[in-house]
């Protein structure tokens, strides 16, 4: 047999489609299977007729959607990432528990928790001043005195 059948390239089209489906995540067999998709209508229209032709442009094509579409169609499914908790601490008001110098860290609390509190203002905090979160590095409040 000199060349495939275009409907037994469809018919493995259809089969590594399905597999895709079956398997969980990765995204490999779903461009493998559009290129033996594409390499059947081409037999069936009679523009691949060698049987190396056909697993030429099948190898090539399906490698070539991998590398091009792989990446985008991975990032496009990615779950959007609801905001972080902690970013909304940023301006709100916490009482320094400790006495911070600046640049040290202590402790602040804010929403009736204990923080580690790093002093980023000009100068020292003293014990139960008010102080301002201008940012959260990790499970630390950077503040300054207000």
Do not use: H
């Not at 259809?14 to 490999?28: D, I, Q, R, V």
């Not at 059947?40 to 060698?50: F, R, T």
């Not at 049987?51 to 499914?77: G, H, K």
């Amino acid at each position: 047999m000199m060349w495939m059948e275009w409907w037994i390239w469809l018919l493995l089209g259809l089969f590594l489609l399905l597999l895709e489906m079956l398997t969980p995540g990765g995204f490999y067999t779903i461009f493998f299977g559009i290129g033996a998709i594409v390499v059947g209508v081409l037999v069936a229209l009679g523009l691949a007729e060698p049987l190396w032709l056909q697993w030429l442009l099948f190898s090539v094509l399906s490698v070539m959607a991998l590398v091009l579409f792989r990446r985008p169609l991975l990032e496009r499914m990615q779950p959007v990432a609801p905001p972080r908790e902690v970013d909304s601490l940023v301006g709100q008001t916490a009482l320094a528990v400790d006495e911070i110098p600046v640049g040290d860290v202590g402790k602040a609390e804010l929403r009736g928790a204990s923080w580690s509190a790093r002093n980023v203002g000009a100068n020292k905090l003293l014990r139960g001043q008010r102080c301002r979160v201008e940012r959260v590095e990790g499970l630390t409040l950077c503040v300054r005195g207000d």
